[in-house]
């Protein structure tokens, strides 16, 4: 349940105090002028100008057009303030076609070491990214038929948001590594959750995405970390493009050639090591 401060409550207008009333007892940060309307029983033109007043004392803060986040009462007339930006970026993607990746799922799943910068959010609908309050918000297109291996992720006790799954992370990674901060990222999230990841399941969500790049650098990978079952191998080999491509695409076109899993690599296997040693 969000904390309210009552006495603060006090000093707002009735109508004021009454929505933000509301939307404490809807869990709700998030709102939009609809929502405005809807519990003031005011119209929409006069919705809009009641909520700029919002904004201008500082009990709100505008994210976009249309939509708005409360903000806490200890940071007083904080006109910047964002919230929880997972919580933003599921309103912005709106509806329940969408989830959590790239960079995001792996903070998520603690597959990194360092704080992610950037908000990836994949989803078949065309949505422009933006930046709100210094945030940067990318929206990743992807096919209806491969929003899979997706899984709800609790931000708040209440409130929860559509995140990939640990295997769906990786495949993501592996066809995506810029969006990721590059192979080496990736390769280190694998190792990082060696334990929790399930073999079975990386293999077949990557035949399930059908994808020849994803298919080699993640059978390339799982040899190099020993991770690999003769099954998998054989089963990834089977599905291999004929077309060479890059182990990271985010790095120049250089380095031998791997024949085993139509790969350049230009990024050394001694480096990638590296990463599961240190």
Partial sequence: ????????????????????????????????IED???????????ARSFTRKLVDRGVAARLKPGL??????????????????????RTLAGGTDYYLSHGTAMEIHQMVTQPQLVVYVTTPKPIRSRRIGGTEFR???????????IEPHWVTKQETVQASDLERTVIDGLRHPAYC????????GLWIQREGVQVPRLVEYALRL????????????????????????????????????L???????????LRRWRLRLN????ELRTVAAA
């Fill in 1 to 32: 349940m969000l904390k309210k401060d009552t006495s603060i409550l006090k000093t707002l207008g009735p109508r004021a105090a009454m929505l933000v009333t509301a939307l404490h007892e809807r869990n709700r940060t998030l709102f939009t």
């Fill in 36 to 46: 405005v309307a809807t519990i003031t029983g005011l119209g929409q033109a006069s």
């Fill in 68 to 89: 708005f986040v409360l903000v806490p009462f200890e940071l007083g007339r904080e006109r910047e303030y964002l919230g929880d930006p997972l919580l933003v970026a």
């Fill in 139 to 149: 929206f990743v297109r992807c096919k209806r038929r491969d929003l899979f291996g």
């Fill in 181 to 188: 901060g590059g192979l080496t990222e990736v390769a280190k």
């Fill in 210 to 245: 059908d994808v020849g790049a994803v298919i080699g650098r993640l059978g390339f990978l799982l040899e190099l970390y020993e991770m690999e079952t003769s099954e998998a191998v054989r089963t990834l080999q089977r599905h291999l493009s004929s077309a060479y491509v």
């Fill in 247 to 257: 182990l990271d695409p985010v790095l120049p076109r250089e380095g031998k050639y």
């Fill in 267 to 270: 990024v050394s296997p001694d």
